[in-house]
């Protein structure tokens, strides 16, 4: 840890990337844990175009279960200690989350990658919707399907996106991992761009991961308690 405070001591930059991790201390399930979202049902079923074809209403069914967790959700003391670290630095964050939890927290700086649950858009003509509650699937005026405004398996990410979360690695003087598995692809590739221009990398998760032999210093334990020793180390 005091190699880390140390760097953060001559930092100006720092970013953060999260996973859905970070959201577990909000009562949202993460995806491949203990409890994850997928363990009855594979991800290319749910989170893909395929399985959206196949049965639109299942799909429909499962992010109107997610959006119903998230609903009651709040952002926890690691969401919040992240909007802390804008005090001492430049902070960005970059989240594979589509909980709208960092967004609550007012980061000046955010990318959410992989889209917003409460945002909805026509699986035809792609008019943008807001947050519909409503069990059955809705459709456009156009006739088309609606769907949830995230991104799936197999379908690219928005360019405007990737660049701000490549210009972000690239220029972070510390860059954090928060509560992701590192396995989803383009997100995390993201530390390696940020290492190649001499960012200091490091994982905060629960356990380790394929990314932690390919990073500065991993620190195990709850995204909040480690976040928050860190925020107190660096202002003692
Ligand atoms: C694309 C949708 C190209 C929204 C999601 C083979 C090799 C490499 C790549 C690929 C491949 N085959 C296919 C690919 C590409 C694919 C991919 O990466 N697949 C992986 C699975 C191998 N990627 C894509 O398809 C991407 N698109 O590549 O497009 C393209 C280009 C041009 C034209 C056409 C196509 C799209 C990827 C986005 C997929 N969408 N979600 C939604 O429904 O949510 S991914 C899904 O996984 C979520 O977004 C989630 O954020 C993301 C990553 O998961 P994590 O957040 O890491 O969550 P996970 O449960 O895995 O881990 C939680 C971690 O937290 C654990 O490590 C745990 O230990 C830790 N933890 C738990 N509690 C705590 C904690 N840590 C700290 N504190 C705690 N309290
Ligand atoms: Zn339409």
Partial sequence: MDRLIERLKHAENVTF???????RE?????FRGE??????????ELASPEGFMRD???VWDWYNWRRDIIRKAEPNKAHLTI??????FNVYVITQNVDGLHEKTGVKNLVELHGNIFRNRCSRCSKMYGDIQSKKIPTCECGGLIRPDVVWFGEPLKEKDISLALEWSRN???FFLV?????????????????ENGGFV??????ETPLTPHIDLHLEGSASQVLDTILKGLNK
Avoid at 17 to 23: A, D, E, N, R, V
Avoid at 83 to 88: L, M, Q, S, T, V
Avoid at 189 to 195: H, Y
Avoid at 202 to 207: G, K, Q
């Fill in 17 to 23: 990337l999260t996973g859905s991790g970070i959201s």
């Fill in 172 to 174: 972070a003087d510390v």
């Fill in 202 to 207: 490091v994982e905060i998760n629960i356990e």
């Fill in 56 to 58: 639109p209403q299942l």
């Fill in 35 to 44: 409890d994850g979202l997928w363990k009855n049902y594979s991800p290319e």
């Fill in 26 to 30: 909000s009562g949202i399930p993460t």
């Fill in 179 to 195: 509560g992701t598995s590192g396995i989803v692809y383009p997100a995390a590739s993201l530390p390696f761009f940020a290492k």
């Fill in 83 to 88: 909007k802390e670290f804008e005090k001492n």
